[in-house]
């Protein structure tokens, strides 16, 4: 059973990065997007920005949060704690006292 829920968070961490990456790249043309219809201006420029917030913010929240939610579910198979204090002894190197 461990074996598998390891695959299956290796398999889901895999989606989990290649959806952030896909979700932060569309963000950063929505961006771009911003630009030109601020350089455009006028109603075309509104056009563009209505556009972009009315049918493509929608689609990045939604992909986000699922991919989110794959990772934290690949996070649990595969017994990882984050943000949770670990005590770890400090070694020291030869130079220190």
């Given at each position: 059973m461990k074996k598998f829920c390891k695959k299956l968070s290796d398999i889901l961490k895999t989606i989990f990065g290649y959806g952030i990456m896909v979700s932060l790249f569309a963000g950063g043309l929505?961006?771009?997007?911003?630009?030109?219809?601020?350089?455009?201006?006028?109603?075309?420029g509104t056009a563009i920005s209505v556009f972009i917030q009315k049918s493509i913010f929608p689609v990045i929240i939604y992909v986000s949060v699922i991919m989110v939610l794959l990772g934290l579910?690949?996070?649990y198979l595969a017994g990882e704690k984050a943000l949770t204090p670990e005590k770890k002894h400090a070694q020291k190197h030869e130079g220190e006292v």
């Open positions: 929505t961006f771009f997007g911003f630009v030109a219809a601020l350089i455009i201006g006028g109603e075309t579910v690949a996070m």
